[in-house]
């Protein structure tokens, strides 16, 4: 089949989307990757095609927020959080929109991908399904659907289980529609008045799931707040480590079971600042010396680490994640969606402290689920961090806790689930196109 994958140019969903171009053509597919010019070469070398989304609706991946410098000055909140929907998702769907239709004009696909986040999608998803190919989104994510306590994304609010709680949910709902759903209902179907489409009334994400022939959601059910579900969605696991990408550092002797490792990241995206967590860890640490703490930098140079560096801490730029979390007791991260189901996948518990993009509901999930403590900050003190560590390390609820959902996503072939829901949707629409040649009988 030739299958066109459009993903937000932003690492926490181009990543996913390679794991699943490997799978795809390793099963003889072709695959052509419609995303940002910053990772042309990543997707040659795996030997998909690449084309390029608009330079209008690109991001810089050092500086997400160079083209808005708005949102570099507007505090955590909020207003925030809908101006970062607004300029990064909604005002670039018509660009990503017209030159995904330029694409599949170019390739005649048989099934698209996309993720939960690249609205450029929804245009066609609202249009007529017979002048579309299938389309399978998959979740980069939380999954964005609606939940029985009526509590909105982004805030990180646990379920709600007494009934005082869901009345401060009723109060902060409603702030949140005034805010941010209002206002985007509103300049999402301005938007797409302009294509001759909507109006819609739910959240551009929870109608991506809605929408969708199906969705991929990469990780376990157990990770998701329980409530009802539209068919579409599929939990398929988290994708496979690609091994070797980096080679071991040169202290990787040093990981031999006489300390306990701590690992300690900021991702790839939120790490302009590593005093917001790694500083803070090195510090809550350095005087345990029962500790191997291991700090990744995301790709950023070591020396960006402000120090002083304890001598119970090791760094990397990259680290290889399937040889360190084999190895990790620990995970300290300030909440990245797909790292934190790579650790729970290997049974590691986590403690997590971070309130940007998903983080917030990520690292509530995180709580909830008892693999590990969520902090609620996005600037824990080195105090706090000692704190939580030590309990994770030494009450054994969070490993069980976390033993058990490693067994549930080892319980999903994860590669075998892409290919069936992949190969279910496009068999579903030739039979679909077939059914509507013969007519009514």
């Known amino acids: 089949m030739k299958i066109v ?6 690492p926490g969903h181009v ?12 099963e003889g597919h072709k695959v052509v990757a419609f995303t940002g010019s910053a990772f042309k070469d990543r997707i040659e070398k795996t030997g998909a095609a690449f084309r390029p989304i608009p330079r209008s609706a690109d991001q810089d991946l050092v500086d997400p927020f160079a083209k808005h410098p708005e949102l570099k000055t507007l505090p955590p909140g909020l207003e925030l959080l809908r101006v970062v929907i607004e300029r990064l998702f909604i005002d670039t769907i018509p660009a990503q929109h017209a030159s995904l239709q330029e694409v599949l004009k170019e390739v005649p696909a048989d ?7 690249f609205l450029g999608l929804l245009p066609t998803l609202l249009g007529p ?3 579309r190919p299938p389309i399978v989104c998959f979740g980069t994510s939380i999954l964005h659907w609606r939940r029985e306590d009526g509590a909105p994304e982004f805030l990180g609010l646990p379920p709600a289980v007494t009934q005082a709680q869901r009345q401060a949910y009723a109060a902060i709902t409603q702030e949140h529609d005034n ?9 999402l179907n301005r ?11 739910t959240s551009p994400f929870e109608k991506m799931v809605e929408l969708a022939d199906a969705y991929m959601q990469l990780t376990v059910p157990s990770f998701e707040f329980p409530r009802t579900l539209p068919s579409s969605v599929r ?3 988290t994708l496979p480590i690609i091994p070797n990408q980096v080679p071991l550092p040169p202290w990787a002797n040093e990981l031999d079971g006489t300390r306990k490792v701590v690992l300690v990241t900021q991702g790839t995206v939120a790490n302009h600042d590593f005093n917001l967590l790694v500083a803070p860890t090195l510090a809550a640490l350095a005087d345990q010396p029962d500790l191997l703490v291991v700090v990744t930098a995301g790709g950023r140079q070591i020396d960006a680490i402000p120090g002083p560096i304890p001598a119970n801490a090791r760094l990397a730029s990259y680290l290889p994640f399937e040889w360190i979390l084999s190895k990790t007791d620990v995970f300290v991260t300030n909440g990245g969606y797909g790292s934190v189901n ?12 971070g309130l940007t993009e998903d983080k917030a509901d990520v690292n509530a999930r995180v709580g909830w689920s008892g693999v590990g403590i969520n902090l609620e900050t996005n600037t824990p003190t080195p105090e706090a961090l000692r704190t939580a560590v030590r309990r994770v390390l030494d009450a054994q609820s969070y490993r069980a806790r976390a033993s058990l959902m490693a067994e549930e996503f080892a319980r999903i072939d994860t590669r075998a689930e892409i290919l069936r829901i992949v190969r279910q949707s496009s068999h579903n629409a030739v039979a679909g196109s077939c059914a509507a040649m013969r007519g009514p009988t």
């Open 191 to 201: 938007c797409l008045k302009d294509l001759d489409l909507g109006p819609v009334s």
């Open 235 to 237: 939990f398929v696991g």
């Open 129 to 131: 399904r017979s002048k």
């Open 111 to 117: 099934v698209v991908l996309g993720d939960d986040c």
């Open 342 to 353: 790579q650790a729970m996948s290997f049974g590691v518990p986590l403690v997590c402290a």
């Open 179 to 187: 805010v941010v759903n209002q206002p985007l209902a509103r300049r």
């Open 5 to 10: 994958i459009a993903t937000t140019p932003a």
């Open 15 to 26: 990543n996913p989307m390679l794991g699943i171009a490997r799978i795809l053509m390793d």
